[in-house]
């Protein structure tokens, strides 16, 4: 299962130094431009959470928002 988070504040070129940050915390995102056939006019992330428990989701995005 997925998730995609769009981004109003975030600029698609600012999209990898959000996606270095996230991983320096231990959390992987991705990008969902991958996705398009043309790059998307937002910026937005692809979250992956169906081998996840439920503990692990919720320490994953308190590790995320530390992050930011």
Do not use: C
């Amino acid at each position: 299962m997925h998730l995609v988070v769009w981004f109003n504040d975030v600029k698609p070129r600012e999209l990898d130094a959000v996606i270095a940050r996230a991983a320096k915390a231990g959390v992987g995102v991705y990008s969902i431009a991958p996705a398009y056939t043309r790059p998307p006019d937002r910026a937005g992330l692809l979250f992956g959470y169906a081998a996840l428990t439920e503990a692990e989701i919720r320490a994953g995005i308190q590790r995320l928002a530390e992050a930011f």
